[in-house]
């Protein structure tokens, strides 16, 4: 099965200046990252895509690492498209990794898989004991606008999560339109994302994980909050359209960045100063 093999490779570090900085950057198709900026206190790293989406054989292969004092937002201006792929799979593996005293917020765009499309995706979160990670997976049902709605043969997901050597959290997912069936009952066109959030600030924050469960316990979304430690929330979500989960992924991540103590840079450039990463990061 052919495809291209490519990927990312991120360090964030905090410079002698106490400015993010990318101490390593190294990407190859079908990645592509624009020159980071900064924002606040955090250093915004916008991911891209030269090619059209994912084909079938194509294997990505991402790994951040954000280091102690650093601030590190990754997301993306598109969503990631997968097509279909009639004999094999598109994949992607990521690992993300936060020491003590480094922040990590990752929000990319939606995951549209779209007609005939087979998908696998494994994902890792490292995070020392003191560090904070925020991360955000949304995944749209297909191109609705085309009327495509659960028309992709299967998607696999995996996520494991470490905190320190202990591992708190390992799902799988799997989902395919015969098995969605109980779903679309409720939701002919299911959005739904998956938000992990991780920091010493959630220790002494009950009170913002049941306000989540109620507020957002609606005819057209629906949001389950679990408390997997003292300093971990998983909570998964699922609306009736694009608005309302964007709308409610938006409000949800405010409540979360708040309570893990920080005020977010802004996922869209808008202001900010722009970084020139070192030659030497680049490899």
């Known amino acids: 099965m052919s495809g291209l093999r490519g990927g990312l490779d991120l360090v964030a570090t905090r410079d002698s200046a106490g400015r993010t900085m990318l101490s390593r950057q190294r990407f190859s198709p079908p990645i592509h990252i624009s020159k980071p900026h900064r924002d606040r206190d955090w250093l915004v790293v916008n991911l891209a895509s030269p090619s059209p989406g994912l084909l079938e054989g194509d294997r990505v292969d991402v790994r951040v690492h954000v280091e102690s004092g650093a601030r590190l937002l990754l997301t993306a201006p598109s969503a990631n ?25 990752v929000w990319p765009e939606y995951l549209i898989p779209q007609a005939g499309a087979r998908y696998r995706q494994r994902t890792e979160l490292h995070v020392a004991d003191g560090g904070t990670l925020l991360w955000t997976e949304t995944i749209a049902p297909g191109r609705t606008a085309r009327e495509e709605v659960f028309a992709f043969e299967e998607l696999k997901l995996g996520m494991d999560l470490w905190i320190g050597e202990a591992q708190l959290i390992r799902e799988r997912y799997r989902l395919d339109p015969r098995a969605a069936s109980g779903l679309r009952a409720r939701f002919p066109t299911a959005y739904y994302a998956s938000l992990m959030a991780i920091g010493d600030g959630l220790a002494n924050a009950d009170g913002a994980l049941r306000e989540l469960t109620v507020q957002y316990s609606e005819p057209t979304c629906w949001l389950g909050a679990t408390r997997v430690a003292a300093k971990v929330w998983a909570l998964k979500i699922v609306a009736a359209d694009s608005p309302t989960l964007r709308a409610t992924v938006g409000a949800v991540r405010s409540t979360l960045s708040r309570s893990l103590g920080y005020e977010p840079a802004n996922v869209r450039r808008t202001t900010g100063e722009a970084v020139l990463t070192p030659r030497s990061a680049i490899m």
Not at 82 to 103: C, K, M, N, Y
Request: proline residues 4%; aromatic residues 8%.
């Open 81 to 105: 498209r997968i097509h279909a792929t009639p004999s094999g799979h598109a994949e992607l593996v990521q690992r993300f990794t936060v020491d003590a005293g480094g922040f990590l917020d």
